[in-house]
Nanobody, 121 residues
């Protein structure tokens, strides 16, 4: 499985970005795909995840109500819509594949390369 994250950039506080994670693999529709982020000097943390059906979603408390995760299995792509961005959202954002919907980093077996999100105050 190969993952390609894109859509990062520089945005002012209060702004929005949409990240995309394009995945290879004929069994894409069976994967759980989640987003993690890592800020400089901090550990990688779970942001949001979505199961294979797109029905079940999990969010970190810090992004609930601001971020929305969605998937399009026909396009082998998962999206992270980020609204009301804050400077503390600044990080390198990664998408990753698991076989169950969990926020535990070590449950994820495939990782993309990351896309940088920078929110200025």
């Amino acid at each position: 499985v190969q993952l390609q994250a894109s859509g990062g950039g520089l945005v002012q506080a209060g702004g929005s970005l949409r990240l995309s994670c394009a995945a290879s693999g004929r069994t894409f529709s069976t994967y759980v795909i989640s987003w993690f982020r890592q800020a400089p000097g901090k550990e990688r943390e779970f942001v949001a995840g979505i199961d294979w059906s797109g029905v079940n979603k999990v969010y970190a408390d810090s992004v609930k109500g601001r971020f929305t995760v969605a998937r399009d299995n026909a396009k082998n792509t998962v999206y992270l819509q980020m609204n009301s961005l804050k400077p503390e959202d600044t990080a390198l954002y990664y998408c990753a594949v698991s076989y169950r919907l969990t926020g535990v980093l070590h449950d994820y077996v495939y990782w993309g390369q990351g896309t940088q999100v920078t929110v200025s105050s």
